[in-house]
């Protein structure tokens, strides 16, 4: 009777709307804030431990609420100044404002928690989280979209001279059509930001409209770039509406006789009106239709529309754990689930006897065999559908499996599957401790955890890679 009363009252003490001195006492997964006042949990975006902020609650459920931060009346001790003009701001790094130290603690506790909440593991020992070297400057890939809808800055609010319909950059968080103009992206390597600039300076005296989100009208889409580490070569990938070859031929060869870092201009058309940047049609204005980079000795063709880990030197190491793991001796059948662009069974190709890929996407699936010929791998074979219908047609019983799925996890069939074909180890890759946890319990009636390392990949945002190793029981 007594805990119903406390109950009730706890409920009732937080109401929607109205603002509140809080104080965040944890980061919960997801990034956000934690406060629990009367014990009651508010999740607040954008908060450090130890800060003491005003906020207004925006939602209100049973058993949690919401709440927009709008000030921050004492500063946590450990606050970081962050590099990024934008970081209050911008949807991409959240986590700007925590010590790196302190962000590779959260990602581990994370992954620990997952484990033993989620998946009921809370025994595995879960290993200190193999850092990233480059904090900034790290992402190989960003996409800039353009906008005809310019969000304002707070120090921009009061500047009459600011064109307001026309900016490139990112989104905030909440506004489906609006961007930053952003300047400056730390995370990017440098070189980016000046052919940002160029770009920008060339949109806006083009004479061509930024696409609008609802009106679906306007020219420029996106501004892709991709580096490549290795080479310390750049991709350019234009995306626009519609075609206009005098409009993005002129901006190509500007960019190109600029920086000589620049070996491919690609331009993808696309009128869909969903926000992707892969092109209907797609154009090479300058130079190859792709960049080339390396995984320790392995090269690899990166074209505009493929996927590659966002983060190279820290993949490498991500790798470096699945080899780790994997302990092959070179006599291993090995079958990788999910494989992308091959890059695991192409990293891993001279430790075993055959590795099988299978991946859903097509042009993932010729990407993996043209970078396997590229590096004269003839041991790796790559199967193309859907896994839940792939593994049952599969003679061959493998010795390791490797699981590296989206971040919604394994189908539950799969699961069977893996669990039918029963290989003596696997090790899953994972970028999401929620599924990872669900998935190891459901694997758990035959294998058992023996440990699992985080890797981050992801540096300023709660995003952690993990690896697990698991044996046959
Ligand atoms: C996390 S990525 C792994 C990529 C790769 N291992 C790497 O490190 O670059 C997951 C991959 O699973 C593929 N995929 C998703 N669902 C699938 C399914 N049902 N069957 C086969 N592949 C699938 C996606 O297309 C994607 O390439």
């Known amino acids: 009777m007594i805990i119903k009363k406390i109950k009730k009252y706890k409920n009732m003490s937080i109401q929607k709307r ?13 990034g956000k804030g934690l406060a629990k006042p009367d014990g009651f949990p508010v999740f607040i975006d954008r908060c450090v431990p130890g800060d003491l902020v005003f906020a207004k609650i925006t939602k209100k459920k049973k058993s949690w609420a919401e709440g927009k931060l709008i000030k921050i009346l004492k500063e946590s001790s450990i606050r970081n100044p962050g590099k990024c003009h934008y970081c209050d701001y911008c949807g991409g790094c959240k986590w700007q404002r925590i010590d ?10 994370h992954v620990a928690e997952s484990l033993a909440h989620i998946g009921k593991l809370k025994d595995t020992p879960v290993q200190a989280v193999v850092p990233s070297d480059a904090i900034y400057e790290y992402r190989n890939k960003m996409e800039f979209s353009c906008s005809s809808k310019r969000w304002l800055m707070p120090d921009e609010l009061e500047d009459e001279t600011i064109i307001k319909d026309f900016g490139i950059g990112l989104h905030v968080p909440g506004t489906f059509d609006k961007v930053i103009d952003i300047k400056r992206c730390e995370i990017m390597p440098d070189l980016g930001n000046l052919i940002l600039e160029d770009v920008r300076e060339f949109i806006k005296h083009s004479g061509l409209a930024a696409y609008d989100l609802k009106t679906h009208q306007g020219f420029w889409r996106f501004l892709m770039l991709r580096h490549a580490v290795a080479t310390d070569t750049w991709m350019v990938n234009i995306v626009t509406r519609n075609k206009n070859m005098d409009a993005v031929d002129t901006l190509a060869r500007q960019l190109a006789g600029k920086y000589s870092q620049i070996k491919s201009v690609m331009n993808n058309i696309t009128d869909a009106r969903s926000g992707v940047s892969v092109g209907k049609e797609e154009i090479c204005l300058y130079g190859s239709d792709h960049i080339q980079e390396k995984l320790g000795p392995y090269v690899f063709n990166i074209s505009a529309n493929s996927f590659f880990q966002t983060n190279t030197k820290a993949c490498e190491k991500l790798y470096a754990k699945v080899s780790d793991y994997a302990a092959l001796t070179g006599e291993e059948i090995v079958m990788d689930l999910y494989s992308g ?3 695991i069974p192409i990293w891993l190709s001279g430790q075993a006897k055959k590795i099988y890929g299978i991946e859903i996407v097509s042009s993932a699936v010729a990407d993996a065999k043209m970078n396997a010929g590229l590096n004269n791998i003839d041991n790796c074979e790559f199967l193309e559908g859907d896994i839940k ?10 010795d390791i499996m490797i699981i590296d799925p989206p971040r ?7 699961v069977a599957q893996v669990i039918a074909l029963c290989p003596e180890k696997i090790v899953y890759v994972s970028c999401n401790p929620a599924t990872l946890a669900r998935d190891l319990e459901m694997l758990d009636s035959t294998y058992k955890v023996m440990e699992v390392t985080p890797v981050d990949m992801f540096p300023h945002t709660y ?11």
Do not use: C, F, N
Request: proline share 4%.
């Open 100 to 109: 790196y130290d302190r962000q590779l603690e959260y990602k581990k506790r």
């Open 389 to 398: 219908d792939v593994l049952p047609g599969l003679k061959q019983i493998p």
């Open 18 to 30: 109205k603002a509140y001195e809080l104080e965040i006492i944890d980061l919960a997964y997801g």
């Open 408 to 414: 919604v996890g394994m189908h539950k069939d799969v």
């Open 341 to 343: 662009t091959g890059t």
């Open 463 to 473: 995003h952690i890679e993990s690896v697990a190793l698991l044996l046959k029981k």
